[in-house]
C-alpha cells in the first residue's frame, strides 16, 4: 500500500490555476483565520492557462458603455440559449470590480487618453474585453497566496473526492514524484482543476502539444462524477483556429486588432476589426466550411499599419507565448511579409472558451453539499479568465461561509482503505506490460478524434462509449507502468476516457445540430429548439453508469428576450 499522509483543513482548493489561486486569496481576505489548503498537481507558481499570463480579460461590463443586460446578450448569442443567467450576471457584476483589484495589485490594463479603458471587442455584440498588461499574473497571484499562509502541496494531484452522504468532505491527493497519498479532511472543498485540455490529439500527434494546460486532462469533471456530482453541457467539445504546428494562440488577439483571415487563393474569409461588429465567433462554422473547401486558412495583417503589426507582435511574443516569435522566426515568417498558416486545435472540454463543466449556481454550489467549483471546471458558457477569477471568490466567500459554521464532517475510512487499495493496484509493478503509457493515452486519444469529435452521429458516439468501457479495462492490464509519473499519468488517462463517455453519451442524447460545428450530427442536422434548448444534464446513476436528464434553461427569468 502507498505511504499515506493525513491533513485537516477548512477548505480544499483543488487546483492552484487562476480560478484555485483567486479562490485561496479572498478566503484568506474574507475569513484570515481559517486554514486553507491547495493541491497543485504541477507547481503554483506557473501552473495552468495563466501560466505566461494573459493580453485581457475578456469579460468586462463597463456601466454608461455596456449592460449586464448586453453581456446576457452576448452569452445568448455564443451559447445559443444554454445557459442558465444568474452566475453570469454575478461575472458581469463583479468585473469592473475586479479590474479595479488586479490593478491594485499593479496589473496594467489598456487606458485611452481620456482615462478610459480601452476596449475590443470579441463577443458578438458588444464590447467587453480590456487589453491589459500581465505576463506575470500568475506568479503574482501564485505570491498573494503564499504571503497569505495558504498551504501549497505542489505536484500533489487529486485522485478522488471524499463522502459522507451526500456531502462532499475532502479529497485524497497523490504526489506524482513519490507515489504517496495525502488524505485531506475538509470542511468544504473547491474544485478548480481546469477542464479536459489533453482530450482529442493535436494534428501535430504531440501528447502535450495542446493549445490549453496540458496538465488539465478532464480530472475536474471525472472526480466530481464519480462523487455524484452533475455535469452539463458536455457535448460541446470545442476547438479553435491557431498557429499550425505549434498550437499557439494567434487569431483572438489579431482579429479584433484588424487582422483578417484569407484562404488559399489570398480571398478574405472573415473579417473583424476594433469596435466592430464583427465577431469571429459568430463566424466560426463559415471558417471550417472555408478550411475544408479552400483551406487551408491563413492570418494576413499584412495590410496594418507598422505600429498596429508592432503591437500584435507585441501581444503574441509576450502573454501569448514567447515560443511563437521562436516559431515564426524559425520558420522565417514575418508578419509583414507573410501570412500565418492556421490549422484547427485538438478538440478540448472547458468553459472558458466553450460550456462544458459541473451544474453550478450563482454562488458556486454544486449538486453536492459541500463542493464548489470555479473556473473551467465549471459550466459557466465562456466565462473566460473574468469568470475563472470571479467565480473563484464567491466560491471562496460561500466556502468559507459554510467552513465557518460547520463541524468537519467524517472521512469514511473504508473509502480511504478502497482509494489506497486501487491506487496500489494501479501502481503494481506492470514493467513488462506491453503498451506504454504514452502509446496507450495516443490511441485514446485518436479514438476520442475519430468517434466523439464532430461530425457526429448516432453509430460513432456509441461506437466512442464502447470503444471508452474496453480501453478503461485495457488502462488497468496492458500497460507498462515504471514509477509514480507514469502511475499519474495512467490515471489521467482514466479520467480522459471518463470525459469521453461523458461527452459520447451527451452528444448521443442530444438529438439535433447546435454551436455551429460543435456539436454538429449528420443525422440530426438541423438546430431544433422546439426540442433542444434544453441542457443535458449527466449524473451518475447505480453501477457506475451514466444517467442522462434534460433540463430547463433559466435565462428567461434573467431578462434576456426570447
Ligand atoms: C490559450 C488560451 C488563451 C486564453 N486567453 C484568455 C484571455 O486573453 N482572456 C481571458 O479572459 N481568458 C482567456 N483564456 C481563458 C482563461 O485563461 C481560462 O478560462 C482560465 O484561466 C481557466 O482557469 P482555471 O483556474 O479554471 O484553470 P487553470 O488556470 O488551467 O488551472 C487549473 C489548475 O488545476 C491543476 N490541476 C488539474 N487537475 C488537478 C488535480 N487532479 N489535482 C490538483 N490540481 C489539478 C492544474 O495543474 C492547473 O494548475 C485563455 C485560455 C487559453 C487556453
New binding site residues.
Given amino acids: 500500500m502507498p505511504n499515506t499522509h493525513r491533513l485537516t483543513t477548512d477548505i480544499l482548493i483543488?487546483?492552484?490555476?487562476?480560478?484555485?489561486?483567486m479562490a485561496a486569496i479572498r478566503a484568506k481576505e474574507v475569513a484570515p483565520g481559517l486554514v486553507v489548503t491547495i493541491?497543485?498537481?504541477?507547481d503554483?507558481r506557473r501552473?495552468?492557462?495563466?501560466a505566461m499570463g494573459?493580453?485581457?480579460?475578456?469579460?468586462v461590463v463597463i456601466p454608461g458603455v455596456t449592460s449586464e443586460d448586453d453581456y446576457l446578450a452576448a452569452v445568448h448569442l455564443l451559447s445559443e440559449g444554454i445557459y442558465d443567467a444568474p452566475p453570469h450576471r454575478v461575472v458581469a457584476r463583479r468585473s469592473l470590480p475586479l479590474v479595479r483589484k488586479l490593478e491594485s495589485w499593479g496589473v496594467r490594463f489598456g487606458h485611452n487618453e481620456d482615462g478610459s479603458y480601452v476596449l475590443h471587442q470579441i463577443h458578438p455584440n458588444a464590447p467587453f474585453?480590456v487589453p491589459m498588461h500581465a505576463p506575470d499574473l500568475k506568479v503574482l497571484l501564485a505570491g498573494k497566496v503564499q504571503e497569505l499562509g495558504v498551504r501549497v502541496i505542489n505536484r500533489?494531484?487529486?485522485?478522488s473526492l471524499l463522502a459522507d452522504g451526500d456531502a462532499i468532505v475532502g479529497a485524497i491527493?497523490l504526489d506524482v514524484r513519490s507515489g504517496d497519498l495525502t488524505v485531506c479532511a475538509a470542511k468544504a472543498v473547491i474544485l478548480?482543476?481546469?477542464?479536459a485540455?489533453r482530450f482529442g490529439l493535436p494534428n501535430s500527434g504531440y501528447l502535450f502539444g495542446t493549445?490549453?494546460?496540458p496538465?488539465?486532462?478532464g480530472?475536474?469533471y471525472a472526480?466530481a462524477f464519480r462523487a455524484g456530482a452533475k455535469l452539463t453541457n458536455m457535448e460541446y467539445t470545442s476547438n479553435h483556429a491557431i498557429t499550425k504546428d505549434v498550437g499557439?494562440?494567434i487569431t483572438?488577439?489579431a482579429i479584433p486588432l484588424g487582422g483578417i483571415l484569407v484562404d488559399s487563393r489570398g480571398q478574405p474569409v472573415a473579417r473583424g476589426s476594433v469596435g466592430s461588429p464583427g465577431s469571429y465567433f459568430q463566424q466560426s462554422a463559415k471558417v471550417w466550411r472555408e478550411h475544408g473547401a479552400h483551406g487551408p486558412l491563413f492570418l494576413s495583417v499584412r495590410h496594418l499599419p507598422e505600429e498596429r503589426i508592432k503591437y500584435i507582435e507585441n501581444i503574441l511574443f509576450s502573454?501569448?507565448r514567447p515560443a511563437q516569435r521562436r516559431f515564426l522566426e524559425q520558420r522565417g515568417i514575418d508578419l509583414r511579409e507573410q501570412d500565418v498558416e492556421l490549422g484547427p486545435t485538438e478538440y478540448k472540454l472547458?468553459?472558458?472558451?466553450g460550456m462544458a463543466g459541473l451544474v453550478v449556481n450563482e454562488r458556486a454550489e454544486t449538486s453536492l453539499n459541500g463542493l464548489y467549483a470555479?473556473?473551467?471546471?465549471a459550466a459557466i458558457p465562456f466565462?473566460?479568465?473574468?469568470?475563472?477569477l470571479v467565480m473563484?471568490e464567491v466560491a471562496a466567500e460561500q466556502a468559507a461561509k459554510m467552513a465557518h459554521g460547520c463541524p468537519a464532517g467524517a472521512v469514511d475510512e473504508q473509502e480511504v482503505a478502497a482509494v489506497a487499495g486501487a491506487i496500489a493496484e494501479a501502481a503494481r509493478p506492470r514493467r513488462t506490460a506491453e503498451v506504454s503509457i504514452h502509446e496507450f493515452e495516443y490511441k485514446v486519444r485518436r479514438i476520442i478524434n475519430e468517434y466523439v469529435a464532430p461530425p457526429k452521429n448516432e453509430w460513432k458516439l456509441q461506437n466512442a462509449v464502447n470503444w471508452m468501457r474496453r480501453l478503461r479495462e485495457e488502462l488497468r492490464s496492458i500497460v507498462r507502468l515504471g514509477d509514480a509519473h507514469e502511475l499519474s499519468r495512467s490515471l489521467e488517462v482514466g479520467?480522459i476516457i471518463d470525459c469521453a463517455e461523458l461527452s459520447a453519451t451527451a452528444a448521443a442524447a442530444r438529438k439535433e445540430s447546435r454551436w455551429g460545428p460543435k456539436h454538429y450530427r449528420t443525422d440530426y442536422p438541423d438546430r431544433d429548439d422546439e426540442h433542444w434548448l434544453k441542457h443535458v444534464v449527466l449524473e451518475r446513476s447505480a453501477g457506475n453508469s451514466i444517467a442522462v436528464a434534460l433540463a430547463p434553461v433559466s435565462w428567461q427569468a434573467g431578462g434576456v428576450s426570447k
Avoid: R
Wanted: aromatic residues 4%; charged residues 10%.
Fill in positions: 483543488i487546483g492552484g490555476g487562476s480560478a484555485g489561486c493541491f497543485e498537481k504541477g503554483i501552473g495552468g492557462t495563466l494573459m493580453d485581457a480579460l475578456n469579460v474585453t500533489t494531484m487529486a485522485v491527493g478548480a482543476g481546469g477542464g485540455a493549445l490549453d494546460f496538465g488539465n486532462a480530472d475536474s472526480l499557439l494562440p483572438s488577439t502573454t501569448e472547458c468553459s472558458g472558451h470555479a473556473g473551467d471546471a466565462q473566460y479568465l473574468t469568470g475563472a473563484g479520467c
